[in-house]
């Protein structure tokens, strides 16, 4: 569904509107995720995970970010990976807004991919939209998130693809949510706890491989894993999902929830 100009322009008017009164810095990348950041919430071990899986299949790994908009998550990847490469099919999010496209992001369909990458990550899939087979066609492993009972057309199973593995974190609704009813919505303390007890993390991330590639992938992943330490590799905006209570590892008392957040799940 292409973007409405003079909607996105409204967007970014109330953008500098909440700026001027926001509580914190880091708040504008959960309330206005489309400028700001992502569809989905990460940490900097979402990003190392993904790294390490492309570097699984190269040394110099070809990568694509498959609708990175303006490229919140592409921009970390390629502090490891730096020929990484996006495409966003709107041109009006840059050039109808005055915005300067990056050189790494091209205009394009992905319908239309026309090269063979490594590693091609989905970070968000209109609903309505399917270009899975274009994508499973242009490479052998895919790390694909989508918000759980919406996008479900980010699923490769049945497109040659077997999935290596998975882990939950929280959708950027669900931080949006515990944002405001922490920080912006007048409430007894009483009702807030209740209300998060009900708290969601409705973000799927899955990694797929082609057969021939699942052991590599495996293997990296699980020695990643086996690495990570979040206290000494975080980004300044964890600390929000921590007070929300989207902590590493942490378990939700939502019984909906029943694995810790970024606990990979091994298939």
Same mark, same amino acid.
């Given at each position: 569904?292409?973007?409405?100009?003079?909607?996105?322009r409204?967007?970014?008017?109330?953008?500098?509107?909440f700026?001027?009164?926001?509580?914190?810095?880091?708040h504008?990348?959960?309330?206005?995720?489309?400028?700001?950041?992502?569809?989905?919430?990460?940490?900097?071990?979402?990003?190392?995970?993904?790294? &390490?899986? /492309?570097?699984? %299949?190269?040394?110099?790994?070809k990568?694509?970010? $498959? +609708?990175?908009?303006?490229?919140?998550?592409?921009?970390?990847v390629?502090?490891?990976?730096?020929?990484?490469?996006?495409?966003?099919?709107?041109?009006?999010i840059?050039y109808?807004?005055?915005?300067?496209?990056?050189?790494?992001?091209?205009? &394009?369909? /992905?319908?239309? %991919?026309?090269?063979?990458?490594?590693?091609?990550? $989905? +970070?968000?899939?209109?609903?309505?939209?399917?270009?899975?087979?274009?994508i499973?066609?242009?490479?052998?492993?895919?790390?694909?998130?989508?918000?759980?009972?919406?996008s479900?057309?980010?699923?490769?199973?049945?497109?040659?693809?077997?999935?290596?593995?998975?882990?939950?974190?929280?959708?950027?609704?669900?931080?949006?949510?515990?944002?405001?009813?922490?920080?912006?919505?007048?409430?007894?303390?009483?009702?807030?706890?209740?209300?998060?007890?009900?708290?969601?993390?409705?973000?799927?991330?899955?990694?797929?491989?082609?057969?021939?590639?699942?052991?590599?992938?495996k293997?990296?992943?699980?020695?990643?894993?086996?690495?990570?330490?979040?206290?000494?590799?975080?980004?300044?905006?964890?600390f929000?999902?921590?007070?929300?209570?989207?902590?590493?590892?942490?378990?939700?008392?939502?019984?909906?929830?029943?694995?810790?957040?970024?606990?990979v799940?091994?298939?």
């Open positions: 569904m292409p973007f409405n100009l003079e909607d996105l409204k967007a970014r008017r109330e953008l500098a509107q700026g001027a009164n926001t509580l914190s810095s880091n504008d990348r959960y309330i206005f995720p489309f400028f700001k950041g992502s569809y989905f919430a990460y940490r900097k071990v979402d990003v190392l995970r993904t790294v &390490a899986v /492309a570097k699984a %299949i190269s040394s110099n790994p990568y694509l970010d $498959v +609708g990175c908009g303006y490229g919140d998550f592409l921009k970390q390629r502090k490891f990976i730096p020929n990484a490469e996006g495409i966003e099919k709107e041109a009006g840059f109808g807004l005055g915005i300067i496209k990056p050189d790494y992001i091209s205009i &394009a369909d /992905a319908h239309w %991919i026309d090269k063979k990458y490594d590693l091609i990550f $989905v +970070g968000w899939m209109e609903p309505g939209q399917d270009f899975r087979d274009p499973a066609r242009s490479t052998n492993v895919i790390i694909t998130t989508l918000d759980q009972g919406i479900l057309e980010s699923e490769f199973d049945g497109h040659g693809f077997q999935r290596v593995a998975w882990w939950r974190t929280p959708s950027w609704e669900d931080v949006n949510t515990e944002i405001m009813n922490r920080y912006y919505t007048k409430m007894p303390d009483s009702r807030r706890t209740d209300l998060a007890k009900m708290r969601g993390a409705h973000n799927l991330w899955y990694v797929y491989a082609k057969p021939q590639k699942v052991r590599s992938v293997a990296a992943l699980k020695m990643q894993v086996e690495k990570e330490s979040p206290i000494d590799h975080r980004y300044d905006f964890e929000i999902l921590d007070e929300c209570g989207y902590g590493y590892l942490q378990k939700l008392e939502n019984p909906a929830m029943l694995e810790p957040m970024w606990q799940q091994w298939n």
